[in-house]
């Protein structure tokens, strides 16, 4: 997350940052933190692999629209 933040910090105002890059700045920062926020309430609700996995994928996407 820090280091997506600090990538946010070095491309403000960078009329040159692509759609790509500006997706990988926030899957760093939102998407890391919503995703890791889903992946220990599956871990400590004690559900499967599988379903750990989906929810990590949620939390990813979620964080990826929110930004």
Do not use: P, W
Not at 30 to 49: C, D, F, K, M, P
């Amino acid at each position: 997350m820090a280091e997506g933040e600090l990538d946010e910090l070095i491309n403000t105002n960078d009329l040159s940052l692509t759609e790509e890059g500006y997706l990988s700045i926030i899957a760093r920062k939102t998407g890391a933190l919503i995703s890791a926020a889903a992946q220990i309430g599956a871990i400590l609700g004690n559900i499967s692999e599988e379903k750990e996995g989906a929810l990590t994928r949620f939390g990813m996407d979620v964080g990826l629209h929110f930004s």
